[in-house]
Every structure is written in structure tokens, then in C-alpha cells.
């Protein structure tokens, strides 16, 4: 009846709580110390190795150093604690909030600043997989030279969360801070850092900025400070390495300025800027008399390159008494998740402009607005490409999308997800239910002999294809454009194709379903569709989805052999087929060229079983290239006898030989 709740119990569990929480952080110090020393004694080896007499790497160039300072932070990168960021919120080049957010093709977004001081120094984007990066157009080189605009969309998301005022403020003046700088005005530039630092002290882009306005002034001492409080905030940062290294390489402690920017390189071994530098302080340190072989300095030994209090899990956000988390899936990068408030936000501030639902798989345009993929296709589908909301232009855009190297906007699909799971599910729902229903075809149905199971299916109106045949398609009409896209998001790639009936003004009552093997996109949406029947199938009922026809289907089949007729009639199969090869070599080569390309290879001839379903794959396919009527063409496709198929074959081939015969005869009494 009564709780078991122990006041004395709960504060001992409290203390306990507190008591490893201290262990942990004492841990996670130690280690940092001890990967520190490591990496100390590494370069002292590695330093050994390179100046040990007789070697070459003394006539080293800086850029012939540079596969080598790559190759030992690869080596030293096993034993890096450098973690991915996985906040939404963060930028990952700056590693802060995301400021006047510009969106690439890739999906990821960053602030604009950032994007445009990557121009110079990084080509490919830092959140995309390394195996995917320099097979298409760099998304990072694509949005500077085609002018992207910012996220309109996630710009009046974030300026909406008034718990993040205080850090857009913050970044605001910090590239005011910046404008100063380059413009000479390095202490108006120190003022309005030391602004920002005096009252938010965990603000590492002003200790940053800061300590790179100090070296234009030649204060080498005050940089050091401030780039230690940057590591210290941001041990995982790697332009704070780079920048300590720079300042310890203008006041010639090269040795120092090496173990910098080597544990720079450690947190990314391919970046390219890393690598330059490191491979300077290393061919200065390879050149440096003054120090002696094989020892560091004093300096180095006795202080860790990472500070010790690195581990801290909650950091003093200055007067305004908010607090930064750090993410929730790592324990060392900052987060803003917990102050991104979602009750700030509602549903209808993430809705499409186009179809007015939530947002589904929302894409970002150049210009920087978001519709739901399917709703940004369709539109140009109808029209020009062009956006709709601003009608700028998307000629060059929209090939990419249509060809799904444009990703959803990761950062929009995440807030979507997080904020509003229930409606989130709700709209999936209603994707699927308006995308996939009528298109997904039940798994291993069309290898499967029940013909007993009705299922719907599309209907592309066009010509009579057959099975085991191919049947090319250039697809130009909007509605067969979303059919052929609903399809490809399919497993089954599969959709059904009638043709057009004259006396129901609709389409037959039989069908072929279609395979799709392959496809390519042209520049306005088209596409050129490579396709390959496989079952039959008869129309049990009609219906109509947004402008294209659907059926419930149910697939046919040929009625079993029996066994007495097995023989004779694979008998007849073999002779019929040596009648077609016969009439086939009396063909001129033009002809046989033009029936060998559309048959893709000649068949050969093909054994079937008493319970085959379509029968020999060559029958189908003779049938395909014949000179026959459509009507007897269609006799032929709905018929469930092989025996009535062979016949038809047989029939046609006489009466191709006999045309051939006469005209042999009178061009012999000519002569």
C-alpha cells in the first residue's frame, strides 16, 4: 500500500551517483594525459628516424613531406579521441550553432561564412561519406559556383527560438568582430571579443578570433592563452590545434608547433590545410640546428596538449544562466539540442507550401526554399523548372534531383522527427498510403504460380509487350513520369503495361508486367526506361490514381500438360523452332540485323515443363519480331494453351515461306 521511498536511501544513491561520475571524469583526464605523452614519444621516434645519418629526408621538400605527415597521423588517428558531431544544430567547420544556415545538394547544412571560407581550403563536404566523395560534383564547389542562397526556411526556424538569441547575437558579433579585423581595426576587433568573452566565457570563436587578432599584433603570448582556452573548450577541433601551431612557429618553437598541428591532423588525416602546415614545422624542425637531436622542449614534456579539464559535461554559459549540454550521443562535443526549445515551434511551421502536409523528405532548392521531393518534382513535372515559391530558375538543379543525388535536407528531417514524432508517423503514413499503395507489388509475386491472389497494380497505356521481351520506353508525360518514379521507390520495380482498347476507350483486359533494368534521366525530367516482361496478367477491376490508371490484376498462367501430350509436344517445339532458324537464314542481312538487334541475342531454343508457366522463353520472342497482325498477336498472348501459341508461330511461318518461294521461282525464269 505504501511506497518503499527512503529519504536516507535516495541521498546515498545520490552520493554514490556523484561519486562515479568524479571517477569517470578523473578516467577520461588520465587517458587524455596518457594519449598526449604517447603521441609526444611517437614524434620524438618518428623525429629519430628521420634524422637518423644516411637518411633522404633531409633534402625534403615541404610538399614531398606532406604523404608523410598524412601517413603518421593515420597511424596516430587510431588512438585519437576525435568523435563525429551528431547534433543538427552544429556546424561542423565551425562547430557551433549553424548561423545564416546555407544547404548543399548533399543534404548537410553549414553557416554561409563557412562555406565561403572553405572555398580556398576544402572542396568536399565534411558530413559526407569518404567513399562517396569525388565520384559526383563536389556539393561545397557546386553551391559557390552556382551562387546558392541561405535556407530561407531554417533561417526563420532558428531566429524563431528565442533560447538561441542569445547565441545568434553572440556569432553576429563575432563576424563583426572578424569584418573589423580584416579591415585593419585589430583592437576595435579585440574589444568586441573581450565583449562576448566577459560575458559568456565558453565562447571558443572569441578566444579564436581573438588569439588570430593578437598574432597580427605580434602578441604571441596573449594568442597562446587564448588558443589554450579554445583546445580547452574544444578539444576536438581541429583549427585550434592549427592555429597554436602557427603562433608556436612564428616564435620559432618549431618542435612544438609540429606536436600541434600533427594532433591536429590526427582528428582529420585528409585534410588538406593540416597537411600543409604540418608538413612546414616539419621540415623546419628537420632543419632547426639550434635544437638539439632527438629532445623536445621543456615546454612540450611538461604540459599535455589537451588541458586537463576537456572532460567537463556542463560549461557556465556566462549571465544569462542558460546552460550548454553537450550531444546526447557524444560525451565531448556541445550540443544545442537542449536549448533548441520545440514548444516554441508547431507543426504548421514545418508544413510544405506546395500540399500544405508536413513536410516529407524535404529538399532545399538553390535559392533556399523547401518542399516535400515529391511535391518539388511534380510541380516542375507541369511546368518549367523553376522554383515554385520564387520562380528562379532550376535548370541546372533539378537534373540532380530527378536523379537522386539531391538528399533530403538532413537537418529539417531530424528537427521533423524529434519534435513531432506522433505527427511524423502520421504523415509517413500518408506517404506511403498516397505513394506506395498501387505501386508495391507482393514480394515473389510474379515467380509465383497462384494465380488464385488479386493485387493492385499501375498501368502505363501503351503497346502490348510480351514475356521474357524487352521493351524500351521514353516517358514524357507528367503522370507517367510520377509512375515510373513511384515504381523505382520500390523493391519490386515492377508495374503493369495494357494497351489501348478502341471499342471501351480504356485499356484491354490483359496485361504484362514490366521490370524495370535500368534507367537515365534526361535534363527536363524525361527519362529512357529499359524494361523486360515477365508475367501475365488479366484486369479484374479499374481505378485511377493522380491522372494514371491502376487495376487489380490477377496473374494467368498455361493450363498444365498432360502427360501423354508431353512428348509430342515438345516434339512439335523443336520442329517449329528449326522452321523459324530456317526461315530466319533466308532472311538478308539487313533484315537479320534489324531482328537480331531487337531480339538483343538470336534465342535458342528453350525446354519447358509439364507445369511451366509462360512455356519456352524463344516462343514469346519469335512472336515479338513477327510480322503479324496485333489481333492475332493479342490471340496469342491470352491464350493458356503452348500447343495454340506454337500453331500461331507455325501458321505464320508458312505463310512467310510462301511469299519467299514464288519470288525465289520467278527470279530463277527471269534469268
Known amino acids: 500500500m505504501y511506497s518503499n521511498y527512503h529519504p536516507n536511501s535516495s541521498k546515498s544513491s545520490l552520493v554514490r551517483v556523484k561519486k562515479r561520475k568524479l571517477r569517470l571524469e578523473e578516467k577520461k583526464k588520465s587517458l587524455l594525459k596518457v594519449k598526449s605523452s604517447l603521441l609526444i614519444q611517437c614524434c620524438q621516434q618518428f623525429l629519430a628516424d628521420l634524422r637518423k645519418p644516411g637518411a633522404r629526408f633531409l633534402s625534403y621538400t615541404s610538399v614531398e613531406l606532406e604523404p608523410i605527415c598524412h601517413q603518421l597521423a593515420i597511424q596516430q588517428m587510431a588512438t585519437s579521441s576525435s568523435l563525429a558531431i551528431s547534433c543538427p544544430w552544429i556546424c561542423s567547420f565551425c562547430e557551433d550553432l549553424i548561423y545564416e544556415p546555407l544547404t548543399l545538394y548533399c543534404g548537410h547544412t553549414y553557416c554561409e561564412q563557412c562555406i565561403k571560407d572553405s572555398e580556398d581550403t576544402s572542396i568536399d563536404c565534411p558530413r559526407c561519406p569518404r567513399n562517396i566523395q569525388g565520384q559526383i560534383t563536389s556539393s561545397i564547389r557546386y553551391a559557390i559556383d552556382h551562387g546558392f542562397s541561405r535556407n530561407h526556411f531554417l533561417k526563420e526556424i532558428i531566429e524563431r527560438m528565442k533560447t538561441l538569441e542569445f547565441k545568434c547575437e553572440n556569432i553576429r558579433l563575432y563576424q563583426q568582430a572578424r569584418n573589423e579585423c580584416t ?135 556566462g549571465t544569462c544562466g542558460t546552460k550548454l549540454l553537450t550531444c546526447r550521443s557524444t560525451s565531448t562535443s556541445s550540443c544545442f539540442c537542449s536549448l533548441a526549445d520545440h514548444k516554441q515551434l508547431s507543426v504548421k511551421d514545418f508544413e510544405c507550401s506546395i500540399c500544405v502536409n508536413l513536410l516529407w523528405l524535404p529538399m532545399t532548392t538553390p535559392c533556399g526554399h523547401v518542399f516535400c521531393r515529391e511535391c518539388l518534382i511534380r510541380s516542375i513535372d507541369n511546368t518549367q523548372a523553376q522554383c515554385p515559391m520564387c520562380k528562379n530558375p532550376l535548370d541546372e538543379f533539378f537534373p540532380l534531383l530527378i536523379q537522386s543525388y539531391v538528399n533530403t535536407t538532413e537537418i529539417i528531417s531530424q528537427i521533423i522527427e524529434s519534435f513531432f514524432p506522433e505527427e511524423y508517423r502520421e504523415r509517413q503514413a500518408l506517404h506511403e498510403q498516397e505513394n506506395i499503395d498501387g505501386v508495391l507489388i507482393p514480394k515473389l509475386l510474379s515467380n509465383n504460380t497462384d494465380a488464385s491472389t488479386i493485387f493492385e497494380i ?75 516482361g515477365r508475367r501475365r496478367f488479366r484486369v479484374v477491376d479499374r481505378g485511377m490514381r493522380d491522372q494514371y490508371y491502376t487495376a487489380r490484376v490477377q496473374l494467368i498462367r498455361d493450363h498444365p500438360i498432360e ?3 508431353f512428348d509430342g509436344l ?102
Not at 305 to 313: E, G, R, V
Not at 478 to 498: D, E, K, N, V
Not at 503 to 512: A, I, R, V
Request: a negative charge; proline letters at 5%; one cysteine or more.
Open 183 to 317: 579591415h585593419g581595426n585589430y583592437q576595435q576587433a579585440i574589444e568586441i571579443y573581450s565583449q562576448i568573452i566577459t560575458k559568456y566565457d565558453n565562447e571558443y570563436l572569441a578566444f579564436y578570433g581573438r588569439a588570430k587578432t593578437y598574432v597580427k599584433l605580434k602578441q604571441f603570448d596573449n594568442a597562446l592563452t587564448d588558443t589554450d582556452h579554445v583546445i580547452r573548450l574544444k578539444p576536438f577541433w581541429r583549427k585550434g590545434y592549427y592555429c597554436r601551431s602557427q603562433i608556436l612557429f612564428e616564435t620559432k618553437r618549431f618542435t612544438s608547433a609540429l606536436l600541434s598541428s600533427l594532433h591536429g591532423l590526427t582528428i582529420d588525416p585528409d585534410d588538406q590545410t593540416g597537411k600543409q602546415l604540418m608538413a612546414q614545422h616539419l621540415h623546419a624542425v628537420l632543419h632547426d640546428n639550434d635544437q638539439p637531436e632527438g629532445t623536445f622542449p621543456t615546454e612540450t614534456r611538461s604540459s599535455p596538449l589537451i588541458p586537463n579539464d576537456t572532460s567537463t559535461i556542463v560549461t557556465n554559459s
Open 563 to 565: 502427360q501423354e501430350d
Open 570 to 671: 515438345s516434339e512439335l517445339n523443336r520442329n517449329i523452332y528449326s522452321d523459324v532458324r530456317h526461315w530466319f537464314d533466308q532472311l538478308d542481312t539487313h533484315r537479320q540485323d534489324l531482328i537480331s538487334r531487337q531480339l538483343e541475342e538470336y534465342p535458342s531454343c528453350d525446354d519447358f515443363t509439364r507445369d511451366s508457366t509462360d512455356g519456352p522463353s524463344w516462343a514469346w520472342k519469335i512472336l515479338d519480331v513477327l510480322p503479324i497482325e496485333s489481333q492475332l498477336q493479342y490471340t496469342a498472348f491470352i491464350s493458356q494453351s503452348l500447343r495454340t501459341r506454337l500453331q500461331i508461330i507455325k501458321d505464320t511461318i508458312d505463310f512467310l515461306q510462301n511469299q519467299i518461294q514464288p519470288a525465289t521461282v520467278s527470279s530463277n525464269n527471269d534469268s
Open 458 to 532: 499501375p498501368i502505363f497505356v501503351c503497346v502490348l509487350p510480351l514475356p521474357f521481351c524487352s521493351c524500351p520506353l521514353h516517358v514524357f508525360e507528367p503522370r507517367y513520369r510520377l509512375l515510373i518514379r513511384r515504381t523505382m521507390a520500390t523493391q519490386s520495380r515492377t508495374f503493369g503495361m495494357c494497351t489501348y482498347d478502341e471499342e471501351t476507350e480504356m485499356f484491354t483486359d490483359y496485361g504484362t508486367l514490366l521490370y524495370i533494368r535500368g534507367l537515365v534521366y534526361t535534363r527536363d525530367g524525361r527519362s529512357i526506361v529499359d524494361t523486360i
